[in-house]
């Protein structure tokens, strides 16, 4: 009963197959049968579970126990792609439908905010503090995220969903099993928080504020708020906040806060996004959680040398990836000292290990712009005299389709539409490189 190679698909297919049979159509009792046989029970059940959500729908899944309430739509997703490490549910399933429509020619629907609570039960990763969160309908027939909450006294009530690792702990769990939820934030300082709420129950108005929960240098969260703004029984409101800085400290959460109530009530939230290049700075800070808001994909790269960012690659080209695919025109800055390699630089627009732009700095003393995709094609090139073990000051900027490069004194510029999107990484090709410092500011 024991079959060869990495993964033992035959059992794990046939288990279920057997589900699929025996479940009588039973979302429930088929995943029983499936968790009970043994073999991979986790992707077993993954994979049955998807067959049978498809087969019977949300009526389903939710006739029995409550599965969806205790995962709350959150998905983990690590990959080269970094800021979409942390997502939901509803997030990827409205990625599915626009990619779909979008091969079919058809026409894609229309923008919703990344947080929109659409549909029924989906509270997209929000969780309560101090509070009650549930997908309800509000008066107006749309579907919000209901936040119930007491008189405030002393904490306040706070509703928020994950960005980024929640905890240290966290970290170290998936570390220990030998899968490193690898993951960069999804938000990050410079980047404006927007949110429409509005208050709905309540005998008097209360006061709420959109807040993000941050690491410091202890790995532990701290809650940044901004400004309250006033509301009134049954008055709706936008609020809108650029985050601040954070020293360096990655950001776990964001939400929305409840700052004072005299009494208890229920705040609709219909909806939350985030705009904008970020405004951050990226080095070693007090605490550990900087450097897991990288995604490590070189052969070497760990926290304990005298350089912020020290990767070691033995092979082909290797990237730390950081941010997301919502960055659309900014400027990259680092230091960067390569250490025998071939090539080492820096990248930006950055959506997996062979989707980018790069200024880097070649054998043969040369300097060039290139673009990864489907291969390598050098956008522009000059002769520059650069030495192993030297600092190198780079900058790296996208505007619209233009991109200039620079390094010294030298400049390269080109044209290019390919990739409108995504994150910053560096770049080393078999050697070793070494970074200090890297900076992420509007173009």
């Known amino acids: 009963d024991k079959y060869g190679g990495n993964c033992h698909m035959v059992p794990n297919h046939g288990l279920i197959v057997h589900g699929l049979l025996h479940g009588n159509d039973d979302f429930q009792r088929a995943l029983k049968i499936v968790n009970t046989s043994g073999w991979d029970t986790d992707c077993n059940s993954g994979n049955l579970g998807c067959l049978l959500g498809i087969q019977l729908g949300l009526d389903g899944i939710e006739a029995g126990p409550d599965f969806r309430g205790p995962v709350s739509d959150i998905c983990y997703l690590p990959s080269a792609d970094a800021g979409g490490g942390i997502s939901d549910a509803v997030r990827e399933s409205d990625r599915i439908i626009r990619m779909g429509r979008a091969m079919a020619g058809e026409e894609?629907?229309?923008?919703?905010?990344?947080?929109?609570?659409s549909h029924p039960g989906a509270v997209q990763g929000f969780t309560g503090h101090q509070c009650h969160v549930a997908n309800r309908e509000a008066p107006d027939g749309r579907r919000c995220l209901a936040i119930h909450f007491d008189p405030v006294h002393g904490g306040a009530p706070r509703a928020t969903t994950g960005t980024f690792l929640d905890s240290l702990d966290t970290a170290r769990y998936f570390e220990g099993r030998g899968y490193a939820l690898m993951a960069s934030p999804m938000l990050s300082p410079g980047q404006t928080v927007a949110a429409e709420v509005e208050l709905g129950r309540a005998e008097e108005a209360v006061e709420v504020a959109l807040c993000v929960r941050a690491f410091d240098g202890e790995d532990k969260l701290?809650?940044?708020?901004?400004?309250?703004?006033?509301?009134?029984?049954?008055?709706?409101?936008?609020?809108?906040?650029?985050?601040?800085?954070?020293?360096?400290?990655?950001?776990?959460?964001?939400?929305?806060?409840?700052?004072?109530?005299?009494?208890g009530g229920v705040l609709h939230l219909y909806g939350m996004d985030w705009?904008?290049?970020?405004?951050?700075?990226?080095?070693?800070?007090?605490?550990?959680?900087?450097?897991?808001?990288?995604?490590?994909?070189?052969?070497?790269y760990a926290p304990r040398y005298p350089e912020s960012f020290r990767l070691v690659h033995n092979q082909g080209t290797g990237l730390l990836l950081h941010?997301?695919?919502?960055?659309?025109?900014?400027?990259?800055?680092?230091?960067?000292?390569?250490?025998?390699a071939k090539r080492a630089g820096i990248a930006v627009r950055v959506q997996g290990m062979r989707r980018y732009y790069a200024l880097v700095v070649a054998a043969g003393n040369r300097l060039q712009l290139v673009r990864e995709l489907e291969g390598t094609t050098v956008l522009a090139e000059a002769d520059f005299d650069w030495q192993l073990g030297g600092k190198l000051d780079l900058s790296l900027a996208v505007d619209g389709n233009r991109i200039v490069g620079t390094a010294g004194d030298?400049?390269?510029?080109?044209?290019?539409?390919?990739?409108?999107?995504?994150?910053v990484a560096l770049v080393i090709d078999e050697g070793r490189t070494a970074t200090q410092e890297?900076?992420?500011s509007p173009a």
Request: net charge negative; with cysteine; glycine share 8%.
């Open 108 to 117: 894609t629907p229309q923008h919703k905010p990344r947080f929109h609570f």
């Open 222 to 263: 701290v809650t940044l708020r901004a400004p309250s703004e006033s509301l009134q029984p049954g008055q709706r409101a936008e609020l809108s906040w650029q985050v601040p800085a954070l020293d360096g400290h990655p950001i776990a959460a964001v939400g929305v806060e409840v700052t004072s109530a005299p009494s």
């Open 275 to 300: 705009s904008g290049a970020p405004d951050v700075t990226l080095r070693r800070v007090p605490g550990s959680m900087w450097h897991r808001a990288w995604v490590n994909g070189v052969d070497q």
């Open 323 to 340: 941010g997301c695919r919502d960055w659309t025109d900014y400027r990259m800055q680092a230091d960067v000292t390569p250490h025998l």
């Open 410 to 423: 030298a400049t390269l510029e080109a044209e290019d539409n390919a990739l409108s999107a995504g994150g």
């Open 438 to 440: 890297v900076r992420v």
